[in-house]
């Protein structure tokens, strides 16, 4: 008696720990869905903000300078044509992932041009060296490029349309922007 005594107590024990366990696994499963919500929706608000923040700058003519990296060559842009630029940061995660596609454009003649806010010319150096960008990448201590794009989350894709800046795109390029970028320039570019 004695023996299933202790059994059955062992039993609740076990099965009202296994309840407690399943509870707390529950509420970190669902405020971990809560804190990727809001993730999301906080990358969407700063998207957001950055389009609208862009708006000012869609009518004004563009032109930016810098040293080109690694020759060390100023270089200045005054794009009356049609450019893509490339804003991205030496050590985010997500900018190497758009060089592959934006090579494969500047090969086919799209003029691709890459900058990052504030970055000393070595990282820039490096990220030439470690991604292989066979796009001008220019250092620009001046902030020229500030003239063109608010601050803000990188990689941003610029497309400039007629030296006017036409679209915006934050993060590593989709597949549907990759088409349209492709549509736009008239090429037949495609990037893993």
């Given at each position: 008696?004695r023996?299933s005594?202790?059994?059955?107590?062992?039993?609740?024990?076990?099965?009202?720990?296994?309840?407690?366990k399943?509870?707390?696994?529950?509420?970190?499963?669902?405020?971990?869905?809560?804190?990727?919500?809001?993730?999301?929706?906080?990358?969407?608000?700063?998207?957001?903000?950055?389009?609208d923040?862009?708006?000012?700058?869609h009518e004004?003519?563009?032109?930016?300078?810098?040293?080109?990296?690694?020759?060390?060559?100023?270089?200045?842009?005054?794009p009356?044509?049609?450019?893509?630029?490339?804003?991205?940061?030496?050590?985010?995660?997500?900018?190497?992932?758009?060089?592959?596609?934006?090579?494969?454009?500047?090969?086919?003649?799209?003029?691709?041009?890459?900058?990052?806010?504030?970055?000393p010319?070595?990282?820039?150096?490096?990220?030439?060296?470690?991604?292989?960008?066979?796009?001008?990448?220019?250092a620009?201590?001046m902030?020229?490029?500030?003239?063109?794009?608010?601050r803000?989350?990188?990689p941003?894709?610029?497309?400039?349309?007629?030296?006017?800046l036409t679209?915006?795109?934050l993060?590593?390029l989709?597949?549907?922007?990759?088409?349209e970028?492709?549509?736009?320039?008239?090429?037949?570019?495609?990037?893993?």
């Amino acid at each position: 008696m004695r023996l299933s005594s202790v059994l059955f107590a062992g039993f609740l024990v076990l099965t009202a720990s296994l309840a407690w366990k399943t509870c707390q696994l529950g509420r970190r499963i669902a405020e971990d869905q809560k804190a990727a919500s809001l993730r999301l929706n906080e990358a969407a608000e700063i998207q957001r903000g950055l389009l609208d923040r862009i708006h000012a700058f869609h009518e004004t003519p563009l032109s930016f300078a810098g040293s080109e990296v690694p020759h060390g060559q100023d270089v200045s842009y005054d794009p009356v044509g049609s450019m893509v630029l490339y804003l991205f940061g030496p050590d985010c995660p997500y900018s190497p992932q758009n060089v592959p596609f934006l090579n494969q454009l500047s090969e086919e003649g799209v003029p691709v041009v890459g900058t990052a806010f504030d970055q000393p010319r070595a990282a820039l150096d490096m990220f030439v060296r470690t991604y292989g960008t066979e796009f001008p990448i220019l250092a620009d201590p001046m902030g020229t490029t500030t003239k063109i794009l608010p601050r803000g989350p990188v990689p941003l894709t610029a497309v400039i349309l007629e030296g006017r800046l036409t679209s915006l795109w934050l993060g590593p390029l989709e597949e549907e922007r990759r088409e349209e970028l492709r549509t736009r320039f008239g090429t037949k570019a495609r990037g893993p």
